[in-house]
Structures are given as structure tokens and as C-alpha cells.
């Protein structure tokens, strides 16, 4: 699934990282990559603290963000794959955005028998995502479409600031 972060996922290559950094004895200080690896693995760190995950349970999903301004409105896009429109709650405040989704699992008739899987890696169900805004938006004229997958949320600004061109004489 391009597009999405799951924190597990993140967490679970930073504690490999630093295994792999131990497992080859690049923990030394006299080794020539634990700069390197250091640099990676701080990295790594950055990034975790980035996401606020405390809210999340294991089978949520955080999808990756477009943020965009243009002079009258703000734009948010995100993926959210399988989500049906009914299925998605965004809430904004003047300077943040909140998008929350969950997917239907598929149910079988009573009658039907259930096919066995070998594999099945469509576990999540729950998308989570919280965007601060670059400026102050009007949460009340805000609109969203939901095509394809593909969330755009569409927020005017609070205060529209026109620019003008200056000539150099």
C-alpha cells in the first residue's frame, strides 16, 4: 500500500537497526561507521517522535499527507484505500485538521462456506491522521471529496493576504 506509515513498522526497523548496529560490533567507538549508524539511528528516532502514536492501537494505520496553500485556501490530500465515504470523520479547528476512517470488513451469507487463506496482509481497518495547518482556516467553509481512494480536503483561509507584484525600476 504506497502512501501509508505504520508506526509498528517504523519502530520495529529502528530496534533492527540497532541490533544490526550491535550484531557487527559497530557499536565500538573505534569503529569507522558508528558515525553513520548513529546518524541513521538518531534519524530513525526523529522520525518516531514525529508521530504521536499514543492514540493509535495496532491495527491503525497513519496515511501520509499533502499539505499545499495556495492564496485563497489550504489543501490537504491523503490516501485512504478500500474507505467508503460514509466511513470517514474529519474535524478541523483553525489550525489543525483530523481525519479519521475505518473499513467495512467483507462479511459472508450464513449458507456460504469460508475460504482459507495462506496469507492475508489486509489486516488494517482504521486510518488516523492529524495535520497541523500552515495558517489559520475557516473550518466551516471547508469541503472534502473522497474519489478513488484519494481524500482532498479543501480549506479557505481565514485571512486571505493578496500579493502584489512590485517592478524594479
Known amino acids: 500500500m504506497a502512501g501509508i506509515i505504520p508506526a509498528d513498522d517504523l519502530r520495529r526497523l529502528q530496534?533492527?537497526?540497532?541490533?544490526?548496529?550491535?550484531?557487527?560490533?559497530?557499536?565500538d567507538m573505534e569503529s569507522r561507521y558508528i558515525d553513520e549508524m548513529n546518524r541513521i539511528s538518531q534519524r530513525l528516532g526523529g522520525?518516531?517522535?514525529?508521530y504521536d502514536t499514543s492514540q493509535m492501537g495496532p491495527n491503525?494505520?497513519?496515511?501520509?499527507?499533502?499539505?499545499?496553500?495556495?492564496?485563497?485556501?489550504?489543501?490537504?490530500?491523503?490516501?485512504?484505500?478500500g474507505v467508503d465515504k460514509q466511513d470517514v470523520d474529519i474535524s478541523?479547528?483553525?489550525?489543525?485538521?483530523?481525519?479519521?476512517?475505518?473499513?467495512r470488513k467483507e462479511t459472508e451469507a450464513g449458507s456460504q462456506s469460508r475460504e482459507t487463506y495462506h496469507k492475508r496482509e489486509r489486516t488494517f481497518n482504521r486510518f488516523e491522521r492529524m495535520v497541523k495547518l500552515p495558517v489559520a482556516v475557516k473550518g466551516d467553509q471547508a469541503t472534502a471529496r473522497l474519489e478513488n481512494g484519494i481524500l482532498t480536503v479543501t480549506?479557505?483561509?481565514?485571512?486571505?493576504?493578496?500579493?502584489?507584484?512590485?517592478?524594479?525600476e
Open 15 to 27: 530496534q533492527r537497526m540497532n541490533r544490526l548496529m550491535q550484531d557487527l560490533g559497530l557499536s
Open 47 to 50: 522520525i518516531m517522535e514525529g
Open 60 to 81: 491503525t494505520m497513519m496515511p501520509l499527507a499533502d499539505v499545499r496553500e495556495t492564496d485563497n485556501s489550504v489543501i490537504v490530500t491523503m490516501d485512504l484505500p
Open 92 to 103: 478541523v479547528t483553525e489550525d489543525e485538521l483530523r481525519v479519521v476512517a475505518e473499513t
Open 155 to 168: 480549506l479557505p483561509k481565514e485571512i486571505v493576504i493578496s500579493r502584489k507584484r512590485i517592478s524594479i
